[in-house]
């Protein structure tokens, strides 16, 4: 006989795939499109008050569409099918994760075509929405959390939310997060129905920023980087050039991104000429993105 916690599951879930299932193709399109976070400012006139805050995870965005885990643009993740079953059949939003500063480590495990159980083992996938375009966000963070509590599988987490009152309790939230390896927070608009593309109804808030630049050239390295890469030359979104020579591991400097790919990199602000300040190397992107 079915327990009454598989019983709750059950009908929570048939509620939400009914709902789905009785959006029109247009609503159900919009509803799914990816949204992405803009830049908090400290110096932005908003009230800290009507956000959600969670932790920004150093993951990779994992779209699962109720039948199969993609990226957000829409590239296929091969992952175990044991690490999907228990997922229903709604659509989710979310960050496949291991730990905090490990992003190397975890873009390796899911570039890897033939998923190897023992390292997806490490992977827990962190759902921070459920998108539906007549709910806010609030509720989104009630439904998802309730039925994530409900499938109750080790690797698939509810991402917690919290509300702060003034920027002061955010940065001491943000700096008490940081000092333990975290990237930064997320902060969602309570009342924000989903929408696709970039909104004040989702920001994101790190001790550094990052963008991408594009790999135009080389620069020779010097002293112990003799034959090695000493800087490259990158040009950003904005068309501004500039060089980036720090962030590298050896092994990267032995074998650097090669000229016309697409680099990451992280900052503190601009020059009077619009250069990005203390530029250092992030990562290479690859097929997969992260969040």
Not at 3 to 27: D, G, H, M, V
Not at 117 to 138: H, I, S
Request: aromatic share 10%; glycine share 6%; proline share 6%.
């Amino acid at each position: 006989m079915p327990t009454l916690s598989k019983i709750r599951f059950i009908y929570l879930a048939a509620l939400f795939i009914a709902a789905f299932c009785s959006f029109p193709a247009a609503a159900l399109q919009t509803a799914t499109q990816t949204q992405l976070a803009k830049v908090y400012e400290e110096n932005t006139n908003i009230p800290i008050s009507d956000y959600l805050v969670s932790e920004k995870y150093d993951g990779i965005r994992a779209i699962w569409t109720g039948s199969k885990l993609l990226t957000r643009q829409g590239n296929p993740i091969s992952a175990p099918e044991w690490f999907t079953a228990p997922l229903p059949a709604v659509w989710l939003d979310g960050e496949l994760w291991t730990k905090r500063q490990n992003f190397e480590a975890l873009s390796s495990i899911v570039r890897t075509q033939t998923p190897k159980d023992n390292r997806w083992q490490q992977v827990k996938y962190m759902v921070f929405d459920m998108p539906y375009a007549q709910l806010p966000f609030e509720q989104r963070y009630k439904n998802y959390s309730n039925l994530i509590t409900q499938i109750n599988a080790e690797h698939i987490k509810p991402v917690k939310q919290q509300r702060f009152h003034s920027n002061h309790e955010l940065s001491e939230h943000l700096q008490a997060l940081v000092e333990q390896g975290a990237e930064g927070l997320m902060l969602h608009l309570a009342t924000a129905l989903h929408q696709s593309g970039r909104s004040d109804a989702l920001l994101k808030l790190k001790p550094y920023f990052d963008e991408e630049a594009e790999v135009i050239a080389h620069l020779p390295g010097k002293g112990k980087y003799t034959d090695m890469l000493g800087a490259l030359r990158v040009r950003n979104q904005q068309g501004i050039e500039f060089s980036i020579g720090t962030g590298f591991t050896d092994a990267e400097r032995a074998n650097p991104p090669p000229v016309g790919s697409i680099i990451t990199y992280k900052y503190h602000g601009y020059t009077n000429t619009n250069v990005p300040r203390f530029a250092s190397f992030l990562r290479v992107r690859e097929g997969l993105e992260d969040g």
